[in-house]
């Protein structure tokens, strides 16, 4: 038995949207199989007002223990470090989330807000918007760069937007089944066993990738070259796995010919790479300085990627389909 606090910051409820989705397990078998009880969330649970103020306070003064505590959205700090933008229950938001974040064994922060801040944070954050322990890629955010939860981890951060459904399911059996031990973070905070690879891993699009053969337009199908030389696909360096464990079991935005726009990495949305869109890729000598591989000049790079595309095989230059 694990229970569960699933609380909503600054965010547009598309994670929870997303879970209630989740398939490998869904919400039912949390609860009937792997025992977890959802004792707050504002879709799934009957408690509000006054009968959810005394639940949580009953966790606050240590009359009743809380296992894992989930944080969706940002925490707004605004205005003027009140958090009066955001008001829950009576009190600020983040006040909320002070107090219950030392009494939980763990804490989750699913979505790009609350793992690093997502959107809401995003330059000039006029909500003075930050995730949990991330404010973009720097390290602190709202519960600071030292905060652990009882278990001795630090906040475990499931981003996307938003996070895949069996991204936070597969995470909270984990966690409900005692084995928060198997769970390795990487140096964002993430699970490893999600965001260890590449977006790219598992693309339907990466012969294309490799012969340097790009598709014109949103939508064309999977075999009709690769999102990321004209269309701002960020794939090739984006952490997730979302060519591996599908959406809705079939599918991903590079399967339905749209870019991956990376965001489970903390400086999403990348405005500053491209203002104004994340369907575009800015270029220097042809290839994008970000997206270079490590190790390898610009100027390197694209002689490489001006061979490949000269030696392209006559398939790869095909239209074959269009969906």
């Not at 700090?77 to 003027?80: Q, Y």
């Not at 690879?197 to 790219?200: A, E, K, R």
């Given at each position: 038995m694990a229970t569960v606090v699933w609380l909503h910051g600054g965010a547009c409820n598309g994670n929870t949207q997303s879970f209630l989705n989740a398939e490998e397990p869904t919400v039912i078998d949390l609860v009937t199989d792997f025992g977890i009880e959802v004792l707050y969330h504002h879709a799934l649970v009957t408690e509000m007002g006054e009968s959810a103020k005394a639940l949580l306070n009953s966790i606050i003064d240590g009359t009743r223990e809380l296992d894992v505590l989930v944080v969706e959205g940002t925490i707004i700090?605004?205005?003027?470090g009140t958090g009066r933008y955001d008001m829950f229950l009576g009190r600020p938001f983040k006040d909320w989330v002070a107090d219950l974040a030392p009494k939980?064994?763990?804490?989750?922060?699913?979505g790009e807000c609350a793992s690093f801040g997502g959107m809401p944070s995003t330059a000039p954050n006029p909500s003075d918007s930050e995730g949990l322990q991330f404010r973009k890629a720097k390290r602190g955010g709202f519960l600071g760069e030292s905060y652990t939860a009882r278990s001795g981890l630090p906040v475990i951060n499931i981003p996307g937007c938003p996070a895949h459904p069996d991204w936070i399911s597969q995470i909270l059996v984990a966690l409900a089944t005692g084995r928060v031990g198997d769970i390795t973070l990487d140096d964002y905070q993430r699970p490893e066993t999600f965001f260890k690879?590449?977006?790219?891993t598992g693309?339907?699009?990466n012969q294309y990738f490799e012969w340097k053969q790009s598709v014109e337009e949103f939508g064309q199908g999977t075999r009709n070259g690769c999102l990321f030389y004209e269309k701002g696909c960020r794939g090739s360096f984006t952490h997730s796995s979302c060519n591996r464990i599908l959406w809705?079991?079939?599918s991903s935005k590079t399967r339905a010919g749209q870019p991956c726009h990376g965001c489970t990495e903390p400086n999403w949305p990348h405005y500053d790479l491209a203002p104004g869109t994340v369907f575009k890729s800015q270029k220097v000598l042809g290839v994008i300085p970000q997206d270079v591989p490590e190790g390898t000049d610009p100027l390197s790079y694209t002689l490489h990627a001006a061979a490949a595309r000269a030696a392209a095989p006559e398939w790869a230059k095909e239209d074959m389909f269009v969906v």
């Open positions: 700090n605004g205005p003027n939980a064994f763990v804490t989750v922060g699913v690879s590449f977006t790219q693309c339907t699009r809705n079991r079939q």
